[in-house]
């Protein structure tokens, strides 16, 4: 038996703009933290948004009962790899560090939660108005993207007369720094699925850290004065490219990895980041970093001999004959 998850949209106010920076609200800014465990979206054929599903509760009315359960059991997978990837606390942490840098939170300054406002109103503020950050990651349930997201919501609640708490959605924009998989001529879910596990722990690791900088990155340039006034810039007809992948949008900012686009209609209007992986960019992530020596020390901690002993320091080669060859690379990030 399928169940149906339907979710009614929020009721906005007229004019839908993002905060005033730095927050100021009576309450702490909220972040809402009550992911566990990777989680699944699974795209809404009835041109709603998209929809969120956790393992347990993987629906759609597009999907089989077969492919629900071939679906939670690949995913399954993914997730045992990822359970000890610490995703709140690194997110967490990236906020309180940004939010403060950037001069976003007030006076009121920062509350973590780990369940909805409306699962203990007892403990949150009766009424007033409150901005909430929530993060996510999930893999499509076809197992061809991978994401980290950032939800902010600036809502107005109170209390019914029957003791009940409402909430009204005043403002709400998500940015996304999307994964997506290569494509490979005849791989389908099954075969992306096995792709994503091969990469392994460690790289996969790498992905969720470069979402989390990404995303926390592009919630305080959205705020920023140069983000507000960069967001009102025309974006039809705009687009970017990134490791062989064309993308809509204006470009914002870009990377030899990833980019960010400013995409979508009027107040919806939001970022949206790519970064395309593949099996040569995961192999690279996997390959283990070379420890930086101290000063006065060579790699494996021992002191280096003394040319006195012995052993005289190599030459330097003058100028004109180094080998350009011997010049290391350097990347540029933008």
């Not at 709603?48 to 509760?57: C, K, P, R, Y």
């Not at 629906?59 to 610490?86: C, F, H, W």
């Not at 939660?113 to 108005?129: E, K, N, Y």
Request: aromatic letters at 6%.
């Amino acid at each position: 038996m399928l169940l149906l998850s339907c979710f009614a949209l929020p009721v906005f106010a007229n004019k839908r703009t993002l905060p005033d920076v730095p927050i100021a609200t009576s309450a702490p800014i909220e972040i809402v933290l009550t992911q566990q465990e990777l989680a699944v979206d699974v795209p809404d054929n009835s041109g709603a948004a998209m929809q969120f599903g956790l393992i347990g509760a993987l629906v759609g009315t597009a999907i089989s009962n077969a492919q629900v359960k071939n679906a939670e059991q690949r995913v399954a997978e993914l997730r045992n790899l990822m359970l000890d990837y610490p995703f709140n606390d690194r997110i967490e942490q990236a906020l309180r560090s940004k939010l403060a840098a950037g001069g976003i939170s007030g006076d009121a300054g920062v509350r973590v939660l780990h369940s909805t406002w409306d699962a203990d109103p007892a403990g949150m503020p009766s009424d007033g108005t409150v901005v909430m950050l929530v993060p996510r990651y999930s893999m499509l349930n076809n197992f061809e993207l991978l994401s980290v997201k950032l939800a902010l919501q600036q809502v107005e609640r109170s209390i019914r007369s029957n003791g009940k708490p409402r909430q009204k959605v005043l403002f709400t924009r998500t940015y996304a720094f999307n994964f997506p998989l290569s494509k490979i001529a005849g791989s389908g879910a099954e075969e992306d699925a096995a792709r994503w596990l091969a990469f392994g722990e460690g790289p996969l690791a790498s992905l969720l850290d470069l979402g989390i900088d990404q995303v926390t990155d592009m919630l305080v340039y959205d705020l920023s004065s140069e983000g507000r006034q960069e967001a009102g810039l025309p974006v039809r007809g705009h687009g970017g490219e990134v490791r062989g992948l064309s993308y809509g949008g204006r470009v914002v900012r870009e990377h030899d990895d990833w980019i960010w686009l400013r995409a979508g209609p009027g107040a919806m209007r939001t970022l949206v980041a790519h970064s395309p992986v593949d099996e040569p960019r995961m192999a690279l992530l996997a390959v283990p970093k070379a420890p930086v020596a101290a000063e006065g020390t060579t790699g494996d901690g021992t002191p280096p001999a003394d040319p006195a002993d012995g052993d005289a320091p190599p030459e330097a080669s003058p100028a004109g004959e180094v080998d350009a060859t011997d010049e290391p690379e350097v990347t540029v990030g933008h």
